[in-house]
């Protein structure tokens, strides 16, 4: 571990700080403590705005631009430590790249192409119980779905349920709906019947591109988060499918586009090109556009929220 000195920055622009935090990095620094002025002397200023404290000014930054700034320069903000007031040390440690998420399932040795995403794959680790934005933009898709009691649900790529949870404790009105789940993970499938076995959870051990000889009829709400645009899926092709054959005349749909990468325990926000070191949301945008305007198309109002999932919600309007 390289052990550097805290450095006080009292005064320092962002531009000084980046390019502080670059140089340090580039000559292999392990960890990288700073003193900055506590937030908290600073309540209700914007970033770089002064604050005056014992007859001296030091800069103000909310604690989230120093959060986004460990977030774009890959590294991780380790709990503030309290100085002397009015100062607090920051200190920032480089995440290790090769426990990108991504890297980790293109080298795991998973049985199949179908257990890429298996109960015991890297992926298991990510819970989005956990992240507080896709709860709250889950939430609020579902109130805008206005969805009838009793009504079934289908989820394309359930793995282990987490998005089961999500809807009976999002959504009381499906309390007493019928849940469908497909996926193609026999081990992540095993997980998500333990966690519901009940028979009106039904799971079904399948390739989506099969999904029109699974025999399911029609839904109130088709969901499919993060699995649209896996490889082997024509996420347009499936799009269609779902209109067209599976969806009530009022049915709804939400389908979620991944925007983040977790990298060594953290999230970064923004879609990559592989090796891009900042977002690159090209592809995304053009998917999420897509989808878009075949919904609109199709009679469904559309709108499009979240932050490391994009959520497109296609819903009927309330009737008159
Ligand atoms: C990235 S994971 C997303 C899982 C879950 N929806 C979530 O957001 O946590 C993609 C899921 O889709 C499944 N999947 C990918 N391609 C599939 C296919 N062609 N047919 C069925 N399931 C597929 C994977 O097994 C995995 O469970």
Request: glycine fraction near 8%.
């Given at each position: ?21 670059d ?6 620094a392990t ?9 908290e002397?600073?309540r ?28 774009r320069?890959?590294?991780?903000l380790l709990?503030?430590?309290v100085r ?37 794959s890297?992926f298991?680790r990510?819970s ?17 779905a206005?969805?009838?009691?009793g009504a ?10 987490d ?18 789940g ?11 019947r333990a966690r ?5 959870v039904?799971?079904?051990h399948?390739d ?12 109130d ?6 699995t ?6 024509d996420?347009?092709a499936?799009?269609?499918?779902i209109v067209r ?10 389908f ?16 990559r090109?592989r ?8 592809l995304l ?12 198309q199709h ?6 929220t ?10 009927v309007?309330a009737?008159?």
């Amino acid at each position: 571990m390289t052990l550097a000195p805290t450095v006080r920055l009292a005064h320092a622009s962002l531009l000084e700080i980046l390019a502080l935090l670059d140089e340090r990095l580039a000559a292999g620094a392990t960890s990288i403590s700073l003193e900055v002025l506590d937030p908290e002397f600073g309540r209700g200023r914007c970033a770089g705005e002064w604050v005056e404290y014992d007859g001296q000014r030091y800069l103000h930054r909310p604690f989230r631009v120093w959060v986004d700034l460990a977030e774009r320069r890959g590294l991780r903000l380790l709990t503030p430590r309290v100085r002397a007031a009015p100062l607090i040390e920051l200190t920032f440690e480089p995440l290790d790249r090769s426990l990108e998420l991504g890297a980790l399932l293109r080298a795991d040795d998973a049985p199949s192409r179908s257990e890429r995403y298996g109960a015991d794959s890297p992926f298991a680790r990510v819970s989005k119980l956990e992240d507080p934005g896709f709860v709250l933009d889950l939430a609020d898709a579902l109130e805008r779905a206005l969805l009838p009691s009793g009504a079934r649900v289908l989820d394309l790529g359930i793995n282990t349920g987490d998005e089961f949870v999500l809807l009976r404790a999002l959504a009381p009105v499906l309390a007493d709906a019928t849940l469908v789940g497909v996926d193609h993970s026999a081990s992540a499938l095993a997980v998500c019947r333990a966690r519901f076995p009940e028979p009106r959870v039904e799971l079904h051990h399948a390739d989506v591109a099969t999904l029109g000889s699974l025999g399911l009829g029609r839904f109130d709400l088709v969901l499919s988060i993060g699995t649209l645009q896996s490889p082997g899926i024509d996420g347009s092709a499936l799009l269609r499918q779902i209109v067209r054959d599976h969806l009530t005349p009022r049915g709804a749909v939400i389908f979620g586009f991944p925007n983040c990468r977790y990298v060594d325990g953290e999230v970064e926000q923004g879609a990559r090109m592989r090796n891009f070191r900042q977002p690159e949301l090209g592809l995304l945008v053009k998917d999420v556009a897509f989808f878009r305007r075949y919904l609109q198309q199709h009679g469904r109002q559309v709108f499009v929220t979240g932050k490391h999932y994009l959520l497109v919600t296609g819903v009927v309007g309330a009737p008159d």
